[in-house]
């Protein structure tokens, strides 16, 4: 039996799992410039899972993630699926992303070029591309009706949510940034900046839900690597963006096929950070889920 899902983000399928719940299954698409391209990343799925997971379960005494232990829909529970499902709450979320930075890169560095400041934030003159801010900052950013991301201000985001919401999201937001960095660098690994989506439960408490941490919602470093004054290797989707920007894409649909070098690529940095943020071998995560014979 086939089931359908509920929803389908550029990512993560969702379905129903019972009164309150959601399952969510990740999938091996990946977007660039809010493009889903053509072609898959094979296993990107169970890394952006298998990460999800550990951060969860990191970041559980900071502020309660929407993962529960429920069985998911047992249409759900194939091969093919090991490795990539989760089974959590439904919550009702909040209409902003919630980014935290501690390095002027992507769309801040380029927003501090033109006004000198990041999201309302008023920034030390003289800063270069990849250098390290002051402090970590708060900015929110919200979809526009096309779908891509738009960074706005903190006192638009509290307009949106609300001032007392907009203060809880922002204190958590940094906190859970804190923590990550001191993690990422015992592995070597510079957090630039990371992407949190937050809801409200039945009680009513703010709740981490989406994804954590990972490739996908966040700008990793090689620490050795890291130097201000310009773009820094990741092991985020900018390997991606890169080849796009390489080939001259206009970042309109319909996307062009990634070449298999680009893919495989993409895949090695995808499941280094996985093993360095973990210490755990992404194979050994496979033979846990049950899904080493799937992946093959």
């Given at each position: 039996m086939t089931l359908a899902p509920i929803a389908q983000g550029k990512v993560r399928d969702i379905y129903d799992a019972g009164p309150g719940l959601v399952a969510l299954v990740a999938s091996d698409r990946i977007s660039a410039y809010d493009v889903v391209m053509p072609t898959l990343v094979p296993d990107k799925g169970r890394v952006l899972t298998g990460l999800s997971l550990h951060w969860f379960a990191r970041l559980a005494d900071v502020v309660p993630?929407?993962?529960?232990?429920?069985?998911?829909?047992?249409?759900?529970?194939?091969?093919?699926?090991?490795?990539?499902?989760?089974?959590?709450k439904r919550l009702r979320m909040f209409p902003v992303e919630c980014v935290?930075?501690?390095?002027?890169?992507?769309?801040?560095?380029?927003?501090?070029?033109?006004?000198?400041?990041?999201?309302?934030h008023a920034l030390p003159a003289g800063l270069t591309e990849s250098a390290r801010l002051p402090e970590p900052i708060f900015t929110p950013a919200t979809k526009s009706s096309d779908g891509h991301d738009?960074?706005?201000?903190?006192?638009?985001?509290?307009?949106?949510?609300?001032?007392?919401?907009?203060?809880?999201?922002?204190?958590?937001?940094?906190?859970?940034?804190?923590?990550?960095?001191?993690?990422?660098?015992?592995?070597?690994?510079?957090?630039?900046?990371?992407?949190?989506?937050?809801?409200?439960?039945?009680?009513?408490?703010?709740?981490?839900?989406?994804?954590?941490?990972t490739p996908d919602s966040s700008r990793?470093?090689?620490?050795?690597?890291?130097?201000?004054?310009?773009?820094?290797?990741?092991?985020?989707?900018?390997?991606v963006r890169d080849w796009l920007d390489g080939?001259?894409?206009?970042?309109?649909?319909?996307?062009?096929?990634?070449?298999?070098?680009?893919?495989?690529?993409?895949?090695?940095?995808?499941?280094?950070a996985y093993e360095r943020l973990t210490s755990q071998s992404f194979d050994t995560y496979l033979q846990h889920a049950g899904a080493q014979e799937a992946a093959q």
């Open positions: 993630g929407h993962l529960v232990d429920a069985p998911a829909p047992d249409a759900l529970r194939t091969p093919q699926n090991a490795g990539r499902l989760m089974v959590a935290a930075r501690g390095y002027l890169s992507g769309s801040a560095w380029r927003e501090y070029r033109e006004t000198g400041t990041v999201a309302d738009e960074n706005i201000t903190r006192a638009r985001a509290a307009e949106i949510v609300g001032a007392d919401a907009a203060r809880d999201l922002e204190a958590l937001t940094l906190e859970l940034y804190r923590r990550a960095e001191r993690d990422c660098a015992r592995a070597g690994l510079i957090l630039a900046d990371t992407k949190f989506e937050f809801g409200r439960d039945d009680d009513g408490t703010i709740t981490l839900g989406d994804e954590v941490l990793l470093w090689p620490g050795l690597h890291w130097k201000p004054g310009g773009p820094v290797p990741s092991f985020d989707k900018q390997y080939i001259r894409w206009n970042r309109t649909p319909p996307a062009p096929t990634l070449p298999g070098d680009v893919v495989d690529g993409t895949r090695r940095r995808y499941v280094e």
